[in-house]
């Protein structure tokens, strides 16, 4: 492998698109991988060995609902041979005492469970079915079986003024760290935007909220970041495009970042035609933003190049089309307007969620009107 190229530590595991909840936040691509075109058990024992190879050490089993893979302990399995931390990121639809017996005793190494509001009928709705009971129990199950526990909690205007309650849940759950992960706009979540955008002021009082719980608390450890669509400058895409991450998708398209699958002009490439050093030193789709040398416009000359690495290349493609233009969430962008209008319009009458789900299952109560 060159040397001009670190080699990365981590590894997004897309196992399935399949999931039981239709969350309209997902930033699953609205073109969902069908389950006959995923990887095989033996193909993704392949990924591993050549992550770990590559450099690799951890690795996010996801999905989907990565727990609907009749194989995923045999997968797990796979990355624990091969030397990689493995977390499953779960809805937690499905995780009993035994699956998660079955899935530590192959190599688990910690699981992460989403949540998607404080209480039962909120959280149901942004699911887009009942759910909620089912994650208390999966939190029980974790922390029974004495796992490192994680809550994903998806922020936006429905739940962002519950968070107090949120990360009372989570504490009483048991998690030992809560990720406050505020909505990043690609695939279904772009789609919501309108719906999801929060106003200005739900997101100083919940800074302010973390804040206050942090100065009480060690645990559990709080992880916020304000969206860059409300602070002028744009955050490093995955630390860099092609520097720290590979995904791989269910069926074996890689990729430098999770939302690059709308980038159709990189022409990514699969694991099942080339190896995966290969693909991190050698393909397009992993060289074509690298670095800085490709930058044009106000990110060319800005001292912040090295540190930001000219924001997200899949939200400049979003929202504008091209994927080299700078991220429109910079306030020196040209396109700014993109993310200021919708940012300072929001907190008005929201549409209704549009519900994730496979081309052609859409039905007429996939539209949901909510009252803000």
Not at 154 to 165: K, S, T, W
Not at 202 to 223: F, G, I, K, N
Not at 270 to 290: G, H, K, P, Q
Not at 339 to 359: L, N
């Amino acid at each position: 492998m060159s040397t001009a190229i670190p080699a990365p530590w981590a590894l997004l595991a897309e196992v399935t698109h399949a999931c039981p909840l239709h969350c309209p936040y997902c930033s699953n691509p609205l073109e969902l991988v069908r389950t006959s075109a995923e990887l095989s058990t033996e193909e993704w024992a392949r990924v591993f060995g050549e992550a770990a190879d590559l450099g690799v050490v951890q690795a996010h089993v996801s999905g989907g609902e990565p727990l609907l893979r009749r194989d995923l302990a045999e997968i797990v399995a796979a990355a624990h041979r091969a030397g990689v931390y493995t977390q499953l990121v779960t809805s937690g639809l499905g995780l009993t005492p035994e699956r998660l017996d079955e899935l530590l005793a192959a190599g688990l190494n910690s699981v992460q469970l989403s949540l998607q509001d404080a209480r039962r009928p909120g959280s149901d709705l942004i699911a887009g079915r009942e759910s909620y009971a089912a994650k208390q129990e999966a939190a029980g199950v974790i922390r029974a079986a004495g796992v490192p526990f994680g809550l994903n909690v998806v922020l936006h205007r429905h739940n962002l003024d519950n968070l107090q309650e949120i990360i009372d849940v989570g504490h009483r759950w048991g998690a030992d760290r809560i990720e406050l992960a505020n909505t990043q706009f690609y695939g279904w979540a772009l789609r919501n935007r309108n719906a999801l955008l929060p106003a200005r002021e739900q997101l100083d009082r919940a800074r302010e909220t973390v804040a206050a719980w942090c100065e009480r608390h060690d645990t559990p450890e709080l992880v916020w970041v304000m969206p860059d669509y409300y602070e002028g400058v744009p955050k490093p895409c995955m630390g860099g495009w092609g520097a720290r991450s590979i995904t791989v998708g269910p069926d074996g398209t890689a990729l430098p970042c999770p939302a690059a699958y709308a980038i159709t002009e990189l022409a990514p490439p699969s694991v099942r035609d080339r190896s995966l050093s290969w693909i991190w030193t050698e393909s397009n789709a992993f060289n074509a933003y690298r670095g800085t040398e490709w930058m044009t416009g106000p990110c060319g000359d800005c001292p912040r190049r090295e540190i930001d690495f000219g924001g997200c290349r899949c939200q400049a493609h979003a929202l504008t089309g091209d994927a080299a233009r700078t991220d429109p969430a910079c306030s020196l962008s040209a396109d700014h307007h993109l993310v200021r209008e919708p940012a300072a319009a929001a907190g008005g009458a929201a549409p209704g969620f549009v519900y994730r789900r496979p081309a052609g299952a859409a039905r007429q109560e996939d539209r949901c009107t909510l009252q803000s």
